[in-house]
């Protein structure tokens, strides 16, 4: 049963500290399935099943699905809800094969091609700030896990929120639109890294007007085009700067 002041079934909490692991059973054939199953077992369990029919619920779960792992608790909220509201297991099932996909689309564009280059890039900028190695690393390390601890609890509450209509409010939330301004953020970021990395490492101590206008460009091109390869540019970006610097250090 669902409390009727929160919206939240019973279990809830320790079915959502168990999305942290629920990449741990990914397998080739039900993917992040079983994870999914393992999620649900607390909100099973408060239903008060046990014994073979805990069993066979949690088996009704176990099948394929896939998506991202930080948005996969906006579709376990909402199962959560239509549990407890009665759903059938066919209308379950339906309705996680038809999200998944839009999930695992929108979570890599988000999360892998935007917040974690903008969010390392944020990091090196301040590396090269001249920041205590330590100032670095805590930014992105707070910084990013912030983003990404966020995003999961939005979507775990928006799930057990509004169930099978969680769909309509993931479209009116403009994930997509958040992306682009991440990107947006993440070129800056690399117009500043590109233009500082210019003039440091080959204009000496006397860049001269040259190598500033370099810079100067740099960073406009960074704006301009760098969210077309945010992600490519910053690995590269990141190779290119360990290696001098293991040079510098021979």
Not at 75 to 98: N, P, Y
Request: glycine share 14%; proline share 4%.
């Amino acid at each position: 049963m669902t409390n009727l002041e929160t919206g939240k079934p019973p279990g809830w909490m320790s079915s959502f500290l168990r999305l942290f692991v629920i990449q741990g059973s990914w397998n080739y054939r039900s993917m992040l399935g079983s994870g999914f199953a393992y999620c649900m077992i607390p909100l099973l369990r408060r239903r008060g099943l046990s014994g073979h029919e805990l069993d066979e619920a949690v088996r009704s779960h176990m099948g394929p699905f896939n998506a991202h792992p930080y948005l996969a608790g906006l579709v376990l909220g909402a199962v959560a809800r239509m549990e407890g509201g009665g759903t059938d297991t066919q209308s379950i099932e339906r309705f996680k094969r038809a999200i998944q996909g839009s999930l695992g689309g929108l979570g890599d564009v988000l999360i892998w091609g935007a917040w974690l280059p903008a969010t390392l890039l944020l990091a090196l900028v301040l590396t090269w700030a001249g920041a205590p190695p330590w100032i670095p690393v805590g930014v992105f390390l707070i910084v990013y896990n912030s983003g990404h601890l966020a995003l999961r609890w939005w979507g775990y509450s928006q799930g057990l929120q509004h169930g099978k209509d969680v769909g309509v409010r993931v479209r009116g939330a403009e994930l997509s639109r958040l992306s682009q301004r991440v990107f947006s953020g993440g070129a800056l970021l690399l117009g500043i890294l590109t233009g500082a990395f210019l003039v440091s490492r080959f204009a000496a101590e006397n860049p001269g007007a040259l190598w500033s206008f370099a810079a100067i460009a740099a960073f406009g091109v960074g704006l301009k085009f760098g969210h077309r390869a945010l992600r490519g540019t910053t690995l590269v970006l990141v190779l290119v700067i360990t290696l001098l610097t293991a040079l510098g250090n021979v």
